[in-house]
């Protein structure tokens, strides 16, 4: 098993412009999730999903966009990147969302919005 | 709102050295609380975990003790390895299971 992969390792972006972070997982996990990292602050919840076809918000959905359209993938969009959302980004995954604490996580996308 | 904060570092040590970083909460109720690892390139993973209080998490050497009278969960080793370089990350699940709060990280530096 590959676990939690996440491309780009690293991105830089203009203001304004659109990107798309990807996730995939092949582990057959019903929930994914994506986070954020900022200095001095925790892991804050972006977007997640509790299976194909459904996605809800987290705490800082501002900004970005999801969907879910088959098990493996969750991908999270940019529209109109803004240094704001400069940050590192994590993908995680568990079996179910009240497995959250044996989530795995993806090795981050370190993001630079200029 | 629930909480967790935890020294940020960087904490830098020597070899068998004697760790602690400090974690404290803010959460109503019974929280669970967790210790996860990032080493260097990787993701997160759980390195132990306490679901009620007095219960003492232990894994790879550390162990964290659920404190409900000072809302803490300090991570410990008694011998650190150079190996043991990475980032910890507090976290606590809230009563009801739908809220899962994350420290801001400590960053561990292990020195031959």
């Known amino acids: 098993n590959a676990g939690v992969t996440q491309t780009p390792k690293f991105q830089v972006l203009k203001t304004g412009q659109s990107m798309t972070l990807q996730c995939a997982q092949d582990?057959?996990?019903?929930?994914m999730s994506w986070y954020r990292q900022d200095p001095g602050m925790g892991l804050r919840l972006i977007h997640y999903?509790?299976?194909?076809?459904?996605?809800d918000q987290g705490e800082v959905p501002n900004g970005y966009n999801v969907s879910r359209s088959t098990t493996e993938d969750f991908p999270l969009r940019l529209l109109s990147a803004a240094p704001s959302q400069t940050s590192v980004y994590f993908c995680?995954?568990?079996?179910?969302?009240?497995?959250?604490?044996?989530?795995?996580f993806g090795p981050g996308t370190r993001l630079l919005v200029l | 709102g629930d909480s967790v904060t935890q020294m940020e570092g960087p904490v830098t040590l020597s070899e068998e050295a004697f760790l602690t970083i400090n974690c404290t909460y803010t959460?109503?109720?019974?929280?669970?609380l967790f210790w996860y690892v990032q080493y260097p390139g990787e993701g997160l993973q759980l390195l132990l975990k306490?679901?009620?209080?007095?219960d003492k998490g232990s894994n790879k050497g550390f162990e964290a003790t659920y404190r409900k009278e000072t809302t803490s969960f300090h991570l410990e080793k008694g011998s650190v390895q150079v190996s043991d370089s990475a980032v910890y990350f507090c976290?606590?699940?809230?009563?009801?299971?739908?809220?899962?709060?994350f420290g801001p990280g400590t960053r561990l530096s292990v020195l031959p």
């Open positions: 976290a606590l699940r809230d009563n009801y299971g739908q809220n899962f709060v």
């Open positions: 995680a995954s568990s079996y179910s969302n009240l497995a959250r604490e044996t989530q795995y």
């Open positions: 959460a109503t109720g019974y929280p669970s």
């Open positions: 582990m057959n996990h019903e929930y």
């Open positions: 999903s509790v299976g194909a076809g459904i996605t």
């Open positions: 306490a679901t009620k209080a007095d």
